[in-house]
Each structure stands twice: as C-alpha cells, then as structure tokens.
C-alpha cells in the first residue's frame, strides 16, 4: 500500500484533465519499489522550488524509511520462513518462526551480519511491522500531497507547506519525522 499510494500521488499530479485513461498510471503500472520511490520523491522536491533545507531533509529522512521498508518487505517475501524443524526420531519440533535469507552481495558490518541472516519473527513482530508501516504510508501520502500541492480534504485555498506540518526531531538514522509543525494541530490529515 505504501508504493500504491506514492504511484497514486504522483499520477493524480500528472493526470491531465479529460484524459480518458491516467496516462500515467500506464507509465508507472510496472515500475518497482525502487523506481517509484525515488520518482515520488524527486517530484516532491522539484514541484517546489521553495523547498528550504528543513523540508528537503524531511524528504530525504521519510525516502530512508521508505528504502527500509521496502528492503523489509524484500526479507519477508523472498526469505525462508522455518515453522517447525525435524528433530530426533524424525519429531517435529515446534519453535519460533525464523526467517531466514541470504543475500550473497552483502558483506558483514557493524550492523549486518554478512550474506546470511537468521531472525525469530512472531506475529506480535510482523502485527507491530505493520502498524508502522501504516502510519509511514500516511506520514509519505501527507508529505507528497503537501509537496505537489493536490487538493486536501479541507477546502481551502491556500495550501500549507511541508515545514507547516511536519517537523524532523533528531539526526541520522534516529531521526524521526513527526506531524508537530506549527499548523499540524489545525490541519487534518490530507488522506
């Protein structure tokens, strides 16, 4: 839904009025993850040639969370999900699921431990994976239709900012965006 709803933003803003089929719906009908992510936030920057520094690492911060969930998505779909293992005399034992995936290119860091990981992953986990990535595709949709200027769910006619509504609080990869600018409070959600 993340990426359905970035590939939505960015062709409600090219639809021409009148066209019987969003042209760029069919542009944009294949394009992965990756492609849509870096399209949707290259037009929300450049839609706005006002952007200042704080907005532009708002955007720069929500893209990373973005990049990261899709990596997730990547690690659940395509890893090896062990439920239960055959032990002795050929029992079955029943342990925590464990995701398993190896990514041959990936060498070992600080944070990464080499070309294969191994992580238990409850359904409580993948619940709470979930929930936030619901509100990283609300925070996403908000931020881009904010940016490319689409219409809200109010009817105004003076749209805020980005820096109106969102703020960034820290730095790096602690950093988190949150819907606290100075008119976040009076202004609805826009999705």
């Given at each position: 839904?993340?990426?359905?709803?970035?590939?939505?933003?960015?062709?409600?803003?090219?639809?021409?009025?009148?066209?019987?089929?969003?042209?760029?719906?069919?542009?944009?009908?294949?394009?992965?993850?990756?492609?849509?992510t870096n399209s949707f936030f290259a037009m929300c920057e450049s839609?706005?040639?006002?952007?200042?520094?704080?907005?532009?690492?708002?955007?720069?911060?929500?893209?990373?969370?973005?990049?990261?969930?899709?990596?997730?998505?990547?690690?659940?779909?395509?890893?090896?999900?062990?439920?239960?293992?055959?032990?002795?005399?050929?029992?079955?034992?029943?342990?925590?699921?464990?995701?398993?995936?190896?990514?041959?290119?990936?060498?070992?860091?600080?944070?990464?431990?080499?070309?294969?990981?191994?992580?238990?992953?409850?359904?409580?986990?993948?619940?709470?994976?979930?929930?936030?990535?619901?509100?990283?595709?609300?925070?996403?949709?908000?931020?881009?239709?904010?940016?490319?200027?689409?219409?809200?769910?109010?009817?105004?006619?003076?749209?805020?900012?980005?820096?109106?509504?969102?703020?960034?609080?820290?730095?790096?990869?602690?950093?988190?965006?949150?819907?606290?600018?100075?008119?976040?409070?009076?202004?609805?959600?826009?999705?």
């Open positions: 839904m993340l990426i359905a709803f970035m590939r939505g933003t960015m062709c409600e803003r090219l639809m021409k009025p009148g066209d019987g089929i969003n042209m760029a719906e069919l542009a944009l009908g294949e394009a992965n993850a990756y492609q849509i839609a706005q040639p006002w952007f200042d520094e704080d907005e532009a690492k708002i955007a720069r911060r929500l893209r990373a969370l973005v990049i990261d969930a899709i990596g997730r998505r990547n690690d659940i779909a395509h890893g090896d999900w062990w439920i239960q293992e055959r032990g002795e005399h050929d029992v079955l034992a029943i342990r925590p699921p464990t995701l398993i995936r190896v990514k041959p290119a990936r060498s070992p860091g600080p944070e990464r431990p080499g070309p294969r990981s191994v992580e238990q992953v409850t359904s409580s986990d993948l619940d709470a994976e979930a929930a936030a990535l619901d509100a990283l595709r609300g925070d996403v949709t908000e931020f881009g239709r904010l940016a490319l200027q689409l219409p809200a769910v109010q009817r105004v006619t003076i749209h805020p900012r980005v820096r109106d509504i969102f703020v960034l609080k820290g730095s790096g990869k602690q950093a988190r965006v949150v819907r606290e600018g100075p008119k976040a409070e009076k202004w609805r959600r826009l999705h």
